[in-house]
């Protein structure tokens, strides 16, 4: 089973900046497409930003602009920087192999808790 550490999260004012870190148990090599999601308390889990093996990116219109996901092949990581940060972007974040989670095999980690005060 693959999994996932996330850390990173943080209490921070709005407008601040966080660096989410996800260490993988496996070479992310392997892994094509991988993301950060999110849940807020209340609310469904939801994708927040993806990366493809080829370094193609894709973010959730909330997010454009002030999220940036990248990776590290070698380190197995996968980071999330977060910039001008809303109350509203507080949640739960996690991160997975995006094609687990889209045939429902995924296993989920403790993800590492943001929290944006205003």
């Known amino acids: 089973q693959v999994q996932f550490v996330e850390s990173g999260g943080g209490l921070v004012q709005a407008g601040g900046s966080l660096r989410l870190s996800c260490v993988a148990s496996?070479?992310?090599?392997?892994?094509?497409?991988m993301a950060w999601y999110r849940q807020a308390p209340g609310k469904q889990r939801e994708l927040v930003a993806s990366?493809?093996?080829?370094?193609?990116?894709n973010y959730v219109d909330s997010v454009k602009g002030r999220f940036t996901i990248s990776r590290d092949n070698a380190k197995n990581t996968v980071f999330l920087q977060m910039n001008s940060l809303k109350p509203e972007d507080t949640a739960v974040y996690y991160c997975?192999?995006?094609?687990?989670?889209?045939?429902?095999?995924?296993?989920w980690g403790q993800g590492t808790q943001v929290t944006v005060y205003s």
């Open positions: 990366i493809s093996s080829g370094g193609s990116t």
């Open positions: 496996v070479s992310t090599f392997s892994i094509n497409a």
């Open positions: 997975n192999d995006r094609s687990r989670v889209r045939g429902g095999v995924a296993y």
